[in-house]
């Protein structure tokens, strides 16, 4: 009886340190860059290169989400990466890459993989704030513009988010609908998409 009641007592006492043992803090995304930027499956972009008169498209491939650990003291956070497939359709099926948007509490990554060549452009602090950005690695200005146009279309509130990685890079992105501009120097690549048609999922 004496053994039993030992090993009850050290049982519940198990029991006990691990009910008490301290819940690591969670720091999730950000609601609204979640809602701008949670692309899912379905989601698509065409392009027209403005240079080259070449079609491509972009189209969400896969969204996941994982919670990872990190800090001292710990704590444990969220990140979604959408993974995004470029492919050419004129000609069909040529230069294809893949690029990741990645969203971290309040940070929009973004980065392209091409020829398994990685290009990781920076993380950009959001809400996007025109002006220098030293904060950043790569992301030398962001150009907050009210309205913009493409064609026929009519975009408000776009980021103009100028990188330099050696060579000049440009992503104009709006908060519901994503890229609508890209001039690209990466690669040895001599771009300037410009979007035509999309549809979004999120």
């Not at 392009?47 to 001292?72: C, E, H, L, P």
């Not at 002006?131 to 493409?150: D, H, M, R, W």
């Amino acid at each position: 009886m004496k053994y039993i009641l030992v090993f009850l007592t050290f049982g519940y006492l198990v029991i006990g340190l691990y009910a008490c043992k301290k819940k690591l803090p969670n720091k999730p995304i950000d609601a609204d860059l979640k809602a701008a930027f949670s692309f899912k499956p379905g989601t698509y972009w065409i392009f027209k290169d403005a240079i080259s008169g070449q079609i491509d498209s972009f189209y969400v491939r896969r969204t996941y989400t994982f919670n990872q650990t990190s800090g001292n003291p710990s704590y444990t956070f969220d990140e979604i990466n959408i993974d995004i497939t470029e492919m050419n359709l004129h000609p069909a099926g040529s230069d294809t890459a893949l690029w990741r948007i990645g969203l971290i509490q309040n940070i929009l990554n973004l980065s392209d993989y091409y020829l398994d060549n990685f290009v990781n452009f920076d993380d950009i602090l959001y809400p996007f704030i025109s002006g220098p950005q030293s904060s950043a690695v790569y992301a030398e200005s962001i150009n907050l513009i009210s309205s913009f146009n493409i064609g026929n279309n009519n975009f408000n509130n776009v980021a103009d988010i100028h990188f330099s990685i050696g060579l000049s890079d440009d992503f104009y992105l709006n908060s519901d609908i994503g890229f609508i501009k890209i001039i690209l120097q990466q690669r040895g690549a001599n771009r300037v998409w410009e979007l035509q048609r999309w549809k979004i999922v999120k």
